[in-house]
């Protein structure tokens, strides 16, 4: 089992390239299989056309993340589920791939609590404690359901979506909901494709980190990559054998992470 | 089995009532159900939002359609998947019916034909072809995923877009698509849930219509009761045993349409 998270970058509003479809199929073909998609940018292009400007706001730790008030989770929801999904379903399925487009709230996929409070750091470098917003973090996935589409044939493909304790739509980290998904799942291969080759530290591609090790090195990585490094941790701990951060823009994206070393292992 | 079809009145921009809520609750505690929705009013106050206006053209049999081009599909697709159908499971999730909602693109679900031309009317009542843009006729249905869900003890709510033949994302009329879910469902019940009690002539409810004689009727019919009567003996054509047009906005609409007459059936 491989579960596949493929970021903003790689999807745009909606498309695969040629070079991630044909591997995905050949993959399909060999072993079961799982996809996790993002598409923040897009979330926010939309809205801020349909006038609700996108607030981000930084944690403690130094992490950027959209602030989700009632207005953007419904676009949220409308612009993962409703464009990006389906346009990657539909690439999918013009490739002969039997996929199936849904988000965390389908059959409870995915659940989580949502956020109460946000502790941000505001533009005066203090400390401030905000309304949580529609934003969760992942308490459980439904894998009997997952499991139902996998084994009678289908492809999932996931929107970052979690059903709230009051049943809300709340945002989920793409990363971290592929972490849980591939956990659930018991996948033997967590993949993020991202739009770089891998993680860097001084201008060079760490070849391994240990996932126990990963709070020693966090504080010389930069920001996005931060988040990915440590979903993938969280998933080795769920169980997952091991997790590649690697480039969606190469030939073979995937193939070539199952036949050799290539970007960046997380066991 | 029963399905049900829920138009935009009732569904709005992806909430139900209490009381529609409710009977489904109870309904799928003794039969296998699932469910279509509609909603384009929803899609048009969205497209123009998005600087995207909307454009409707009336065939020669009078039947005003949505003019889906290629940004409208995308629109269309996103509104109707991400916002409306969205909304709609997480409102039944929180009833605790374990709705999965996806749309005809997802594991093919409903395929359809890309209509190549449009024979419309135009300003001049004049006939004029067109391109037919990105709409579909339904050719068939997926009732094996349709079952799995079901039979997996999940209630699917579809969203009405299907999957062309060459993988475009197509716009399909949403009570046809009930009608042929119904069909492929083998269903006992195609339920039409309105804004009226049923089909009005001559202001009194007609009870009873017979699918073979509806061509007879249909002159005498406003324009959107036409084309649920179209569906509705379509879906009867295709081996539904009734199907039935009630409001939506009665105390118990399904259960009672079950048990005693109510609406307009058509057999």
Redesign the interface.
């Known amino acids: 089992m491989i579960v596949i998270k493929m970021g903003g970058d790689i999807v745009g509003?909606g498309s695969l390239s040629p070079a991630i479809i044909d591997d995905i199929k050949k993959v399909s073909e060999e072993q079961k299989i799982a996809l996790v998609h993002g598409g923040g940018d897009e979330v926010t292009r939309?809205a801020e056309?349909?006038?609700v400007p996108q607030t981000f706001v930084i944690s403690p730790e130094g992490i950027r993340s959209r602030y989700t008030g009632r207005e953007t989770a419904?676009i949220y929801?409308?612009?993962?589920?409703?464009?990006i999904?389906?346009?990657l379903?539909?690439?999918l399925?013009?490739a002969g791939i039997?996929?199936?487009?849904?988000?965390g709230?389908?059959?409870?996929a995915i659940r989580a609590e949502r956020k109460k409070r946000l502790i941000i750091i505001d533009e005066n470098k203090r400390k401030r404690i905000i309304d949580g917003g529609y934003t969760g973090k992942i308490t459980s996935v439904n894998s009997e359901?997952l499991f139902?589409?996998i084994n009678?044939g289908?492809i999932p493909i996931l929107s970052p979506?979690a059903?709230g304790d009051?049943?809300?739509?709340l945002n989920v980290d793409g990363d971290r909901a592929a972490a849980y998904v591939a956990g659930a799942l018991g996948a033997d291969l967590l993949l993020f494709l991202t739009d770089v080759q891998g993680v860097y530290l001084d201008n060079t591609i760490v070849k391994k980190i240990d996932a126990d090790k990963v709070s020693e090195l966090l504080p010389r990585i930069g920001q996005g990559m931060e988040k990915k490094i440590l979903a993938a941790s969280e998933a080795i701990k769920l169980g997952v054998k091991r997790a590649v951060i690697s480039s969606g823009f190469i030939d073979h994206p995937v193939t070539s992470v199952l036949s050799r070393e290539l970007g960046t292992v997380i066991f």
């Open positions: 509003s939309i056309k349909l006038g419904v929801a409308m612009v993962m589920a409703g464009m999904n389906k346009g379903v539909v690439a399925q013009k039997n996929a199936v487009g849904f988000s709230v389908d059959g409870a359901f139902l589409l009678g289908y979506i059903l009051e049943a809300e739509i």
